[in-house]
């Protein structure tokens, strides 16, 4: 079995997209982690898999490296979004993900929007394994709970510097009050309409970047009136735009770029 991908990033978080329209959709929880290996696949943060669709230009479906899958990925569905809009010319077009419809755009400076769809805000919809108020989570550091349709843990800092990312992440994305587990943010606020993020991420570990991740902390960050409604979230790899009025739909522009193309031939796995 062979299929074509395109590598690509935004702003360093990187992701593969698998274009399947008019074919059967091959990928599997196996595959997807044997792409994600970055010594013996391609590797990725994200694999964004597009198949038909027939109220959308495409639906798609993302892969974690670890080889679970995920509602939301920001960075792949601008990276998807970039790809249709130079296929067919248009300035916006609509995918389906298990978020629902979304609307993309390019924008005058070459950056792509994408309408994330509205935040769960309930301990139910994060989800949490017992009710709280996802405002304050009963946690060391008081962090703020959220879904983009994948779960979100944000926690506010004094010193981004003094974080360690690596030790904490994976104990808050395990931790039992996350049933389907969690990514987890640091965030220092440096101004009500920027941040500094850094992220550990769901199945994934530590990436440059995130869209989801992005809109997540902007979110718990304007819920808690740190932050205005429009925010730049400067990741390690770049700056993201996030837009979110505190009720409607959260709005993602940034930039992607391509890196290489190739064909995958599947072989027998040693470890299978």
Do not use: Y
Request: aromatic share 6%; charged share 20%.
């Amino acid at each position: 079995m062979s299929f074509s991908f395109q590598k690509m990033h935004a702003n360093g978080d990187d992701f593969v997209v698998v274009d399947l329209r008019g074919q059967a959709n091959k990928i599997n929880q196996n595959i997807a982690k044997r792409l994600g290996d970055r010594n013996r696949g391609i590797g990725f943060n994200q694999l964004a898999v597009m198949s038909d669709c027939d109220d959308a230009a495409v639906r798609l479906t993302f892969w974690n490296p670890d080889g679970s899958m995920l509602d939301a990925c920001g960075s792949a569905t601008r990276g998807v979004a970039w790809k249709l809009l130079r296929e067919t010319g248009s300035s916006s077009v609509i995918v389906r993900t298990n978020r629902g419809l979304l609307n993309c755009s390019l924008e005058t400076d070459g950056l792509i929007s994408v309408d994330m769809g509205e935040p769960f805000l309930h301990w139910r919809d994060v989800p949490i394994a017992q009710e709280v108020d996802t405002l304050v989570l009963p946690l060391p550091g008081t962090p703020t709970a959220c879904s983009m349709g994948n779960p979100h843990c944000t926690f506010f800092v004094e010193d981004l510097e003094a974080v360690d990312v690596e030790a904490l992440g994976p104990e808050i994305e395990s931790h039992p009050l996350f049933p389907q587990k969690t990514n987890v943010h640091f965030v220092q606020v440096l101004s009500p309409t920027r941040i500094r993020l850094r992220i550990w991420e769901r199945g994934g570990g530590i990436p440059l970047g995130s869209g989801s991740c992005s809109c997540g902390a902007a979110v718990n960050g304007i819920r808690r009136g740190l932050l205005d409604d429009s925010v730049e979230v400067e990741c390690d790899g770049g700056t993201v735009t996030v837009r979110w009025d505190g009720t409607g739909s959260v709005f993602l522009t940034g930039p992607v770029e391509p890196n290489f193309s190739g064909v995958w031939f599947e072989g027998p796995s040693r470890n299978s």
